[in-house]
């Protein structure tokens, strides 16, 4: 069961390494010139690899944590609320997935509208569902909303101190 774990976590991670780049590669396409046609191309080329090379690690992922769950009885019993919420989070992870493959045929089809500020904005979805999905599978809590609530403020905290922390490094003019 231990490298059933193992190999889960290793493609759940490798899947999300893919989620947080893609999306991070159609912020530098939302930026190009009409005139970039040669960068457009190779920028649309490494999101197309990436995305099949994303899907490919996400059934894995999905096929070791449905067995983990089902067959080897991890997150079953009445103390496991959290992993109803954890495979809500999931669903929203997969569903994310789906959002990128069709922004990336927007993007191939040239109809996108969509700013590269929009795009920095859902680069960090993936982000929080991972905080989300890993804070549940570590903690375990049994009163699932109290923690969610208290993730959501300590999220919160966290942020602000980024924000005022960048903006006092930010560059005077």
């Known amino acids: 069961m231990l490298w059933m774990k193992t190999l889960h976590i290793v493609f759940v991670a490798s899947w999300f390494a893919g989620l947080f780049y893609l999306p991070r590669i159609f912020v530098n396409l939302a930026m190009l010139k009409e005139d970039e046609k040669p960068t457009r191309e190779r920028l649309l080329l490494m999101s197309d690899k990436l995305m099949r090379f994303t899907t490919l690690l996400m059934i894995p992922a999905l096929v070791f944590g449905l ?3 089902l067959y080897y009885g991890i997150g079953q019993g009445e ?15 997969v569903w994310y997935h789906h959002q990128c493959a069709r922004q990336l045929k927007e993007l191939h089809a040239g109809v996108s509208t969509r700013s590269h500020v929009w795009y920095r904005v859902f680069n960090e979805i993936p982000v929080l569902l991972m905080l989300f999905i890993v804070a549940l599978v570590i903690h375990k809590p049994d009163n699932v909303l109290g923690f969610l609530q208290q993730m959501t403020l300590v999220l919160a905290v966290f942020v602000g101190l980024v924000m005022v922390v960048l903006r006092r490094l930010k560059p005077r003019q």
Not at 79 to 93: D, E, F, R
């Open 79 to 93: 103390q496991a609320s959290w992993m109803h919420v954890k495979l809500t989070l999931v669903v929203l992870t």
């Open 67 to 69: 067995i983990l769950w």
